[in-house]
């Protein structure tokens, strides 16, 4: 069995951006929005993902 495996800072998750947001005050949304598809498009030149059922 597989399980997704999601970032603290990924807005999918209960609490995470706001988590992130409250450790890091400097920081805004938008800054964590901003890194978070950064390294998705970095990822998608390193990974491939396919479709097996």
Known sequence: MRHAQHSPAD??????????????PTL??????????FSSRLLAHLFTVEKTA
Do not use: Q
């Open 11 to 24: 807005p999918r998750v209960p609490g995470g951006l706001e988590n992130v947001l409250e450790e890091h």
């Open 28 to 37: 805004t949304r938008e800054d964590v929005l901003a890194g978070l598809a």
